[in-house]
């Protein structure tokens, strides 16, 4: 299982040796300058090949429609990178202009359909109430505790277990979540910022979608758009996913529950090929991101180049997440995550 993070490696010589998780915070502080230039030069060898390739999947609409589903799922790494860049301008760590960077993000919020303001508040309190048990059900995967969930009603237990099932997790839920729930954000609509920001995506949406389907029919809308959307939607669920849920992740009652102690010990350092940290804007280096958020995600990997125990706490590998993907509930007295059948084996 992958590394836990309790104790941190020893640093290179002439590094501090860093325990405390607030130490980490005022050094990745160096780290959080975004270069401009470099910002605008990932968003165009992001967003050119993401309009290139829906145009050839449009063209190719003429010749296989097999080419063309092929095309767009290939195009639906574009548009996750694409999300990973308004997930930056959210944090104001794309752009040094905060203005710039909330209006870059709210175009992109078209294309991932995604209301800009409306995800950056969710997410805000994620990153606030990451791995604290009094403050869960906004922007993070549910998660019940070991007690809590013996305590449900059968069809409530029932309910919980579908809801945690890969097949719903990964595979309806997606959809379900970019397609239907971001129209309707319940829970923000009292508030005129979060409604105007979830109508006016819907709006631009709409008639985006509208001109595609004067011009072209429904064939691109089912073979382009939705093909690589989907994609996207399921991979950038999974990858949120695996940022938080594994065994030795952190969960801690509101009244124990420290910031920068749940984004050290509660994030994970997802480990992956080269290709696909590109795609995913190295935001498998999800310690250090949620221990200062405010830091490019181009330049996360300069801090794993500058300090060894970031570079090698909470590793996760691709396979070591497929079995986290099992695990379901969290044992409070062990400060484990379980699946269904270890806390079955507990009761007997």
């Known amino acids: ?14 590094q501090p040796v860093i325990h405390d998780a ?81 209006w870059l993000g709210r175009v992109l919020g078209v294309l991932t359909l995604t209301p800009y303001d409306v995800w950056r508040r969710a997410h805000s309190i994620h990153h606030n109430a990451c791995g604290n048990l009094g403050r869960r059900g906004i922007g993070d995967i549910t998660t019940l505790t070991v007690a809590e969930y013996r305590g449900l009603s059968p069809m409530k237990g029932f309910l919980y277990r579908l809801y945690r099932h890969p097949v719903v997790l990964f595979g309806l839920g997606p959809g379900y979540l970019f397609l239907l729930q971001n129209r309707l954000p319940l829970g923000f609509m009292k508030v005129g910022k979060y409604w105007f920001s979830a109508m006016g995506t819907n709006a631009v949406l709409l008639a985006a979608l509208s001109v ?12 382009i758009f939705l093909p690589s959307t989907l994609l996207a939607a399921t991979a950038g669920v999974w990858l949120f996913y695996v940022q ?38 190295n935001i498998g280096i999800h310690h250090v991101h949620h221990l200062y958020s405010r830091i490019p995600f181009y330049r996360l990997p300069e801090v794993l180049r500058d300090h060894a125990a970031l570079a090698e706490g909470n590793r996760m590998t691709i396979r070591e997440s497929l079995a986290n993907a099992r695990l379901h509930l969290w044992n409070e007295e062990t400060k484990t995550l379980l699946s269904f059948a270890n806390a079955r084996a507990l009761k007997e």
């Open 244 to 281: 938080h849920q594994f065994e030795n992740t952190h969960w801690e009652s509101d009244a124990d529950w420290q910031l920068h102690e749940a984004a050290l010990h509660g994030s994970s350092h997802y480990v992956m090929p080269p290709v696909l940290q590109w795609f995913t804007a």
């Open 22 to 102: 607030k130490d980490w915070v005022r050094i990745l502080a160096e780290y959080r300058e975004p270069n401009d230039l470099r910002s605008w030069t990932e968003l165009a060898i992001t967003l050119g090949p993401f309009i290139l390739l829906w145009a050839a999947a449009w063209w190719s609409l003429s010749y296989s429609y097999w080419l063309t589903v092929a095309l767009s799922l290939f195009n639906a790494a574009f548009l996750l990178r694409l999300f990973a860049i308004q997930h930056d301008c959210g944090h104001g760590a794309f752009l040094k202009s905060r203005v710039a960077s909330d």
């Open 212 to 223: 595609i389907v004067y011009f072209g029919g429904l064939m691109p809308i089912l073979l």
């Open 1 to 14: 299982m992958m590394m836990a993070m309790s104790n941190l490696s020893p640093a290179p010589q002439g």
